[in-house]
């Protein structure tokens, strides 16, 4: 009677489970929908909030979501646009395509790679390989991490670290890094298909180690951009001293990847900052590091999405995905930025929960 009760309860639990899985996949995928609808024409992602400019990042963001949405059309149309027009005869992307005329190669604006975009889309086909078993998707991926650890990662002191462009931010004294650009979950799944794995895995513990070294001001929060010179970080002369709307996903990256990490504290202690930020009554969007000034507005809603998720995964809560008060709705109003983090936020607790 005691086994045949245990039994029932753990199929009950599983059913839940599953339940629960069905109602936030369908959370998703609608959410997907409406992103689709705001922001992808013929393959591309449009940065509604930066003069409709398409970048890498923004097509990695856009093949992640696709898969998670079991949407392999719009997967392999976006696919199709990125490898056509984005893609380098070395298999990494030029970052900014800018609309013209011609809608081609030459709306390209800037040929210099953004290495979180790299990261990004070679994740979004390993994903792709994983779901639908198309090994064209795992080909793809594999050249493309073999051009980043040619040309992106290098060693600079006990530091493996990835460059955020192949030109433009190392001199022969330091290097200009940028935090977010370490898309830790990604880094976890791409050591596993790559031939270098220890590379990748010394990319990872470096990355936490910067963090550590990079709480900067009394509220000890990354900025944007840092400068690593002999050894010791700092934000001497760097394009942004803000803990801003690339840092915003630092927090979102680490609680992502708290499986990955060998000490179990690791990620409490590196998220603290975060939540004590969060306490506040107002939260600022933003904050200089260096004068303290903050944006005299608040969280845009992709990053209050982030602040939803941390706080989920970190401290275990069950999230319901299928609430429409659980996160930001998306609108015409909504641009592109907001409704990625809010995207990549949901795609995140989907993630710690499977």
């Known amino acids: 009677m005691v086994n045949a009760r245990l039994t029932g309860l753990f199929l009950l639990v599983v059913l839940l489970v599953s339940s629960c899985s069905t109602q936030d996949n369908l959370a998703f995928e609608k959410r997907f929908a409406a992103f689709k609808a705001l922001f992808i024409e013929d393959g591309r992602v449009i940065d509604s909030g930066n003069n409709n400019v398409s970048h890498s990042e923004g097509q990695g963001y856009g093949m992640l979501f696709a898969v998670a949405a079991s949407d392999k059309v719009t997967f392999d149309a976006l696919w199709q646009w990125t490898k056509q027009t ?10 900014r395509f800018r609309p013209c005329e011609s809608n081609n190669k030459r709306c390209i604006d800037d040929p210099n790679n953004a290495s979180d975009g790299e990261l990004l889309i070679a994740w979004a086909l390993l994903r ?9 998707y795992k080909n793809d991926a594999t050249a493309i991490i073999a051009a980043v650890e040619e040309k992106l990662i290098v060693t600079r002191g006990p530091h493996t670290v990835l460059l955020p462009g192949e030109f433009g931010f190392k001199d022969a004294h330091s290097v200009q890094l940028n935090l977010s650009y370490w898309v ?8 596993q298909y790559s031939n270098s794995q220890a590379q990748w895995e010394l990319l990872f513990s470096s990355g936490i180690s910067l963090l550590q070294e990079s709480q900067f001001s009394s509220h000890k929060l990354p900025s944007d951009w840092l400068r690593l010179e002999e050894g010791n970080v700092s934000l001497n002369n760097v394009l942004s001293p803000e803990y801003g709307f690339n840092a915003v996903r630092v927090p979102l990256h680490l609680a992502w990847s708290t499986s990955f990490m060998k000490d179990s504290g690791q990620a409490e202690r590196l998220l603290s900052p975060y939540f004590k930020w969060w306490a506040q009554s107002t939260v600022p969007a933003t904050l200089n590091l260096n004068t303290g000034e903050s944006a005299n507005y608040g969280l845009t809603p992709g990053m209050t999405a982030i602040k939803t998720a941390v706080t989920s995964i970190a401290h275990n809560e069950n999230v319901q995905l299928t609430h429409d008060e659980a996160w930001p709705a998306f609108s015409r109003k909504t641009d592109y930025y907001s409704a990625s983090l809010t995207m990549l936020s949901m795609l995140a607790v989907m993630d710690s929960k499977s």
Do not use: C, H, M, V
């Open 86 to 95: 984005l893609q380098r005869d070395d298999n990494l992307f030029s970052w």
């Open 128 to 136: 792709a390989y994983e779901k639908w078993g198309d090994s064209s």
């Open 184 to 191: 830790f979950p990604a880094i976890s799944t791409i050591a």
